[in-house]
């Protein structure tokens, strides 16, 4: 074999290895947070008024019996950190890794209303043309923002709504006070 065919030979080999490896992460992550977003749960887990014993115990108790030991710690610490809310963000954001990979970004385009085909087309173009084809691009619908459009790209955010704007007018204002 020629050593273009063993680095390709070899990137299969990896990427199978990373793809099983964070599927079973996320298989034991998505069992969690289907206990978790049972009416109440993770309400009372995070509860920072209990002290994390007892909380650590409630999440013991939920966790299936055959958890790897790795993601129990993670969630101890998502716990212990005040974060185990988080969790579902989490799975989506491994999701998108694991099909992906971790070099890729996510753009997340959030509008008042729903993009027509060609508009959603014209972001993708524009964002992938800027950012290049490792985009993982997102459609969101958001009310609050009462027009305009928020653009983010990894931690890059362009904020051209009117809530932006009219936050920004506000800022303005009592800095000038």
């Known amino acids: 074999m020629v050593a273009s065919q063993l680095e390709n030979l070899a990137r299969q080999y990896a990427h199978?290895?990373?793809?099983?490896?964070?599927?079973?992460?996320l298989d034991s992550l998505r069992r969690v947070w289907e206990r978790l977003?049972?009416?109440g749960k993770l309400k009372t887990l995070c509860d920072t008024?209990?002290?994390f014993f007892e909380r650590k115990a409630q999440l013991d108790a939920l966790?299936?019996?055959?958890?790897?030991?790795?993601?129990r710690?993670?969630?101890?610490?998502?716990?212990?950190?005040g974060r185990l809310e988080l969790l579902d963000a989490i799975i989506a954001e491994l999701a998108r890794i694991s099909e992906y990979g971790p070099e890729v970004l996510t753009a997340r385009v959030i509008t008042t209303v729903p993009l027509t085909?060609?508009?959603?087309?014209?972001?993708?173009?524009?964002?992938r043309a800027a950012y290049g084809d490792r985009v993982d691009i997102e459609f969101r619908v958001d009310p609050s923002i009462l027009g305009g459009v928020v653009v983010q790209v990894g931690d890059k955010v362009v904020d051209g709504s009117i809530a932006g704007k009219l936050?920004?007018?506000r800022d303005r204002l009592v800095a000038a006070r």
């Open 117 to 127: 085909d060609e508009e959603q087309t014209a972001f993708r173009e524009r964002i």
């Open 73 to 81: 710690n993670f969630l101890c610490t998502l716990l212990r950190d």
């Open 49 to 51: 008024d209990k002290p």
């Open 37 to 39: 977003a049972e009416p």
């Open 167 to 169: 936050q920004a007018l």
């Open 16 to 25: 199978a290895a990373y793809q099983h490896t964070t599927e079973g992460w």
């Open 63 to 71: 966790l299936p019996v055959d958890i790897r030991d790795d993601v």
